[in-house]
């Protein structure tokens, strides 16, 4: 059973950055996303990574980027130049690579992903 563990959340002032992780055992075999959820919104697509692709919300174009490290099975979430909007529970999520062919291939969306981690906060504030 994958279970995927957020780390690296926090409070960060206007402009600042910070990096996510997410990590799990064999999670080199998943396709993996990032999701957020802001206070009163619904959640919402931030950004995935497959083998092949990436792609990015336009809100966090040009300032978040994901990546992965094969030997530590984690995908990180690099965001920099952070806004008060960015201020969310973000969460990461994953499917197993192979049957679904158009995971990625814009924002992501919910249902290309089965499974989830328990989210962790990011508090952008001054």
């Known amino acids: 059973q994958l279970q995927l563990v957020e780390s690296g959340g926090g409070l960060v002032q206007p402009g600042g950055s910070l990096r996510l992780s997410c990590a799990a055992s064999d999670l080199n075999f998943y396709n993996v996303a990032w999701f957020r959820r802001a206070p009163g919104k619904v959640r919402e697509g931030v950004s995935c990574?497959?083998?092949?692709?990436?792609n990015y919300a336009d809100s966090v174009k040009g300032r978040f980027t994901i990546s992965r490290d094969n030997v530590k099975n984690t995908v990180s979430l690099q965001m920099n130049n952070l806004k008060s909007e960015d201020t969310a529970v973000y969460y990461c999520?994953?499917?197993?690579?192979?049957?679904?062919?158009?995971?990625?291939?814009?924002?992501?969306?919910?249902?290309?992903?089965?499974?989830w981690g328990q989210g962790i906060q990011v508090t952008v504030s001054s």
């Open positions: 999520a994953a499917v197993a690579r192979g049957p679904d062919t158009a995971v990625c291939m814009g924002v992501p969306t919910e249902e290309h992903y089965q499974k």
């Open positions: 990574i497959t083998v092949s692709r990436r």
